[in-house]
């Protein structure tokens, strides 16, 4: 996780700037970034997959920084709407090393695409195909990839598996309809078909299922290439990489992976007498998740039966995946060094339902008490990206750590921000 050092007195610095004075200089709630954490991460990936291409999934969390960072470190990046890509662009991201995916594209996303010249357009479903040729135009140019669903359940939560037949993501190996794609696909001039896309779930923490849908999908490049003469160069294995939230919890191994994904990849291949095709990663999760911590000053803390209850200053707005997911976050306190004996306590949020819980039965001193700041580790994934304006808190900032210094990336938004957007009476 995050460059965390201990500092005496129970405080914790990340990347070299105890939290204690981010808190105080840029109030809470608050998202802190490790850059050099990022930077890391995506390294780790480079060097692992040295002769695939890196897409950072930018709906785990994007910020124009966060664009340079990817960008500096070599990785291509993988973005899902018009938003993502404009900020991307703008700020300074070649089009080219950029994918765009979306099971429902908007025409505003299909236009920024093609204005800005997006490398790859992922196509999710049958009707995409002729929107997206006329959209290109007769004498137009633009490569694609078929997302395939390879019939496979993997992933950390039913919510987040893309797997398997039934859920609203690609075209159906089992049932015909990314072959039919395919064919469709290979008679628009203007579409050039450079390979297949397959991303099974998220929060995976097995090679197995990568392999499994390795195989066939390497399957159905080879039933292309007898049907068509077609040879695609290149295969798409999407992202979904588990990462542990709480010390001792599985995580995905990255190095197994790239080996063995390899390894499956040329055997597969070699079996159906095909070329092997470029791969592609698209890890978002992995290399953001573990860099960021979120901070929230205690509001009240409440002792009702059994149970006590730790209030913070923000909730379900500003991290809504325990409620979504039941994900279990591992909060501490820090700033303070506390002789206390532990308790067993629920973090919650202040916003206004019973489910508003970040941490449910976790261990924290007994003498917790208001105004005391919790640190919760792993929090740079699908937090701010996922961020709401429920009950008008306004979301939080993002501050950037690097070399002991302190920056603001993201500002905190205000409440003249959220005013500003109800103009009528
Ligand atoms: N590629 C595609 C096509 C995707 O749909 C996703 C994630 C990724 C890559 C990146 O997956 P990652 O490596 O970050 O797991 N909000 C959920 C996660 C939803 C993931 C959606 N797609 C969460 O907070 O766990």
Redesign the pocket.
């Known amino acids: 996780p995050a460059s965390t050092t201990r500092l005496p007195h129970g405080g914790l610095a990340v990347g070299g700037v105890p939290l204690t004075e981010i808190a105080d200089r840029f109030d809470t709630p608050a998202y802190v970034l490790d850059e050099g954490e990022v930077r890391a991460r995506c390294r780790t990936y480079r060097d692992a997959f040295p002769d695939a291409e890196v897409l950072y999934?930018a709906?785990?969390f994007l910020s124009r920084a966060m664009v340079h960072w990817v960008a500096e470190e070599g990785l291509g990046l993988?973005v899902c709407s018009a938003g993502e890509l404009e900020l991307a662009v703008t700020a300074g991201f070649p089009p080219d090393r950029i994918l765009l995916?979306g099971n429902a594209k908007s025409p505003r996303d299909i236009e920024t695409a093609l204005r800005l010249g997006v490398g790859r357009i992922v196509i999710d479903s049958p009707s995409e195909i002729a929107r997206l040729a006329a959209a290109v135009g007769p004498g137009g140019h633009q490569k694609v990839l078929v997302r395939v669903v390879p019939g496979i359940s993997a992933g950390?939560?039913e919510k987040?598996r893309?797997g398997t037949d039934g859920q609203k993501f690609g075209l159906s190996l089992t049932d015909g309809s990314a072959q039919h794609a395919v064919t469709r696909l290979l008679g628009q001039p203007q579409l050039e078909l450079v390979g297949l896309h397959c991303?099974i779930g998220?929060?995976i923490t097995d090679v197995k299922p990568y392999l499994t849908a390795v195989r066939r999908v390497v399957g159905l490049m080879a039933r292309i290439r007898d049907a068509h003469g077609v040879t695609l160069p290149e295969l798409d294995m999407?992202?979904?990489?588990g990462i542990a939230y709480r010390p001792g919890e599985p995580a995905l191994d990255l190095t197994a992976l790239a080996g063995r994904l390899r390894a499956e990849l040329v055997e597969s291949c070699a079996g159906a007498g095909l070329p092997v095709p470029r791969l592609a990663v698209?890890?978002?999760?992995?290399i953001a998740g573990p860099a960021g911590v979120a901070l929230y000053r205690v509001l009240a803390v409440k002792r009702t039966g059994d149970r006590v209850f730790v209030a913070v200053d923000g909730g379900m707005s500003d991290n809504p995946?325990p409620a979504?997911?039941g994900?279990r976050y591992a909060p501490r306190l820090i700033g303070r060094r506390s002789t206390a004996a532990s308790c067993t306590a629920t973090v919650v949020g202040r916003h206004c339902e019973a489910g508003d819980i970040l941490a449910a039965d976790v261990e924290l001193p007994g003498d917790v008490h208001p105004g005391d700041l919790l640190a919760v580790p792993v929090a740079g994934?699908?937090q701010l990206s996922?961020a709401s304006g429920y009950n008008m808190v306004g979301r939080p900032p993002v501050v950037a750590v690097a070399h002991g210094a302190a920056r603001l990336l993201v500002r905190r938004e205000t409440l003249d921000d959220l005013r500003r957007r109800d103009i009528g009476d």
Do not use: N
């Not at 999407?238 to 990489?241: D, F, N, R």
């Not at 698209?282 to 992995?286: Q, V």
């Open positions: 999934a709906k785990a993988d995916h950390g939560h987040i893309t991303h998220s929060q999407g992202g979904g990489h698209e890890p978002g999760r992995a995946r979504l997911y994900v994934a699908y996922m």
